[in-house]
């Protein structure tokens, strides 16, 4: 089993930045990728990032290129999530998520999943 828990999340305006973390704990060892979703009210669950564990790819959403970036810490077994130049829209629950699979940016493909962490951002 792999234990993720996220922090980071907050109240901010339109145009600041944040920055999310995600600790993983247990079998850290069976971790092939690591990857963000969100989820707003009413919405479906929307891929955000993911990067292999060996950070040789990266994937990004369509809507959070070139504002978000995903890196990761082989020491810290984390991986962190910086936002920029956020906008109303990315607004929701944020999850970080394991899998045991090589990167995917399809939630049902991943294993294990963190409690979430709310980011709202007013306009």
């Known amino acids: 089993q792999v234990q993720l828990v996220e922090s980071g999340g907050g109240l901010v305006q339109a145009g600041d930045s944040l920055r999310l973390s995600c600790a993983a704990s247990?079998?850290?060892?069976?971790?092939?990728?690591m990857g963000w979703f969100r989820q707003a009210p009413g919405k479906e669950r929307e891929f955000v990032a993911a990067?292999?564990?060996?950070?040789?790819?990266?994937f990004y959403g369509d809507s959070v290129k070139g504002r978000f970036t995903i890196s990761r810490d082989n020491a810290k077994n984390a991986v962190y999530l910086q936002m920029n130049s956020l906008k109303s829209e990315d607004t929701a629950v944020y999850y970080c998520a394991a899998a045991e699979r090589p990167i995917t940016t399809a939630s049902r493909r991943y294993d294990y999943w963190g409690q979430g962490t709310q980011v709202t951002v007013s306009s």
């Open positions: 247990g079998r850290t060892y069976d971790i092939s990728a």
């Open positions: 990067k292999s564990w060996s950070a040789v790819t990266t």
